[in-house]
């Protein structure tokens, strides 16, 4: 199950580097591309909003 970016997005970009994959692409709010998601994780622990979650 791939990952989602809510519209409390501040677009901080901390989450784009975190991912091992490359699936964070810039936008307003940042977008997970669910085909490329591993489902990792690393991406919620370095959002300072938590507007990363599971869909």
């Known amino acids: 199950m791939a990952h ?3 519209d409390a997005c501040v677009g901080c970009g ?3 580097p ?3 994959v490359e699936a964070i692409s810039e936008g307003n ?3 997970i591309d669910p ?3 591993t489902d ?5 622990a370095v959002c300072p909003v938590d ?3 599971q869909k």
């Open 29 to 31: 709010p940042y977008v």
């Open 18 to 20: 975190e991912c091992p």
């Open 35 to 37: 085909d490329k998601c």
């Open 40 to 44: 990792c994780g690393a991406c919620i």
């Open 51 to 53: 507007a990363i979650s």
């Open 4 to 6: 989602e970016i809510s």
């Open 14 to 16: 901390s989450c784009k």
